[in-house]
């Protein structure tokens, strides 16, 4: 994976925080609400894996397990935001806690980036 400049990883992670806006935004009108396996799919699987097909420029095993690992991830650090701030569901929080999960999506993507470029430059 070669190097991306900074302001296009930005807007990158713009894109996927809009994606995983609008699976939030499906998920809240269109799917049973009650269902947490499917606010974890439209909410986190489907958006990761939509970003990890236009973001990664890499081998298709890593496009398909590398967007599974930031999921488990990033649902890990929805749920442990979730337990410190005793909240017991996510519709009725406010804005900082929508902040922090976006932040925890962005901040893994970054890692997985970061890794990803340094394994690309050792190979070579």
């Not at 609400?33 to 990761?48: A, D, G």
């Amino acid at each position: 994976m070669g190097p991306i400049s900074l302001l296009k990883r930005i807007l990158y992670y713009v894109a996927l925080v809009c994606l995983t806006l609008f699976g939030l935004q499906f998920e809240a009108f269109f799917v049973e609400c009650e269902n947490i396996t499917s606010f974890l799919i439209c909410v986190f699987l489907i958006p990761h894996y939509i970003f990890g097909l236009i973001f990664l420029k890499t081998k298709w095993i890593l496009q398909l397990t590398i967007p599974l690992i930031t999921t488990l991830i990033s649902v890990g650090l929805m749920w442990l935001g979730m337990k410190i701030h005793d909240f017991y569901t996510i519709w009725y929080v406010g804005w900082e806690v929508y902040l922090i999960i976006f932040l925890s999506i962005v901040a893994v993507w970054e890692i997985a980036y970061q890794i990803l470029k340094v394994k690309s430059k050792k190979e070579d």
